[in-house]
């Protein structure tokens, strides 16, 4: 379990670090562009690693189902939305509302047990998390900053 909250911990700061890198191509050209130029960097980089770790089994897709072969095109909806957000909203309430969207949806299909994952029983106190997450953005949001952003307190 604490490898698993490594990782996890891992995979958020670097979602956050790419997120910033990706914001900053944005700005030197398109939304088009960047999702081209993230996409097509990452999928060099796993061939890549997939080769060297796994050799030609990287290719041994047998058995999947075939609306999984699609979360390709998942991810360039993901990348071109995340680049607008952050460009409409700025990075933090844009990430956080991000983050809070995927805690609700994965709240609701593990509840409901779609796409194939394991029915996970819903509760009151996960939506209570939830819910406590979407407030502490609309604070962060809302409330009374007393700085603006690059000024001294």
Same mark, same amino acid.
């Given at each position: +379990? =604490?490898?698993?909250? /490594?990782? %996890?911990?891992?995979?958020? %700061?670097?979602?956050?670090?790419?997120? /910033?890198?990706?914001?900053?191509?944005?700005?030197?050209?398109?939304?088009? #562009?960047?999702?081209?130029?993230?996409?097509? +960097?990452?999928?060099?980089?796993?061939?890549?690693?997939?080769?060297?770790?796994?050799?030609?089994?990287?290719?041994?897709?047998?058995? +999947?189902?075939?609306?999984?072969?699609?979360?390709?095109?998942?991810?360039?909806?993901?990348?071109?939305?995340?680049?607008?957000? /952050?460009?409409?909203?700025?990075?933090?309430? %844009?990430?956080? =509302?991000?983050?809070?969207? *995927?805690?609700?949806? #994965?709240?609701?299909?593990?509840?409901?047990?779609?796409?194939?994952?394991?029915?996970?029983?819903?509760?009151?106190? *996960?939506?209570?998390?939830?819910?406590? /997450? #979407?407030?502490?953005?609309?604070?962060?949001?809302?409330?009374?900053?007393?700085?603006?952003?690059?000024? *001294?307190?």
């Amino acid at each position: +379990m =604490i490898v698993g909250l /490594i990782l %996890a911990l891992v995979a958020g %700061a670097l979602v956050g670090l790419q997120n /910033i890198f990706n914001s900053k191509v944005n700005e030197h050209t398109g939304s088009w #562009a960047s999702t081209t130029l993230v996409l097509g +960097m990452g999928f060099l980089a796993s061939l890549t690693m997939g080769l060297i770790v796994e050799g030609g089994n990287v290719f041994n897709l047998h058995n +999947m189902q075939l609306w999984y072969w699609f979360s390709g095109l998942i991810g360039v909806g993901v990348v071109i939305c995340i680049l607008n957000g /952050i460009k409409l909203l700025g990075p933090t309430y %844009a990430i956080s =509302i991000v983050l809070t969207s *995927q805690l609700s949806f #994965a709240l609701l299909w593990d509840s409901l047990g779609w796409f194939g994952l394991e029915q996970v029983p819903f509760t009151f106190r *996960q939506l209570l998390g939830v819910l406590v /997450i #979407a407030g502490g953005i609309i604070v962060y949001k809302f409330g009374g900053r007393t700085a603006e952003v690059g000024e *001294q307190l």
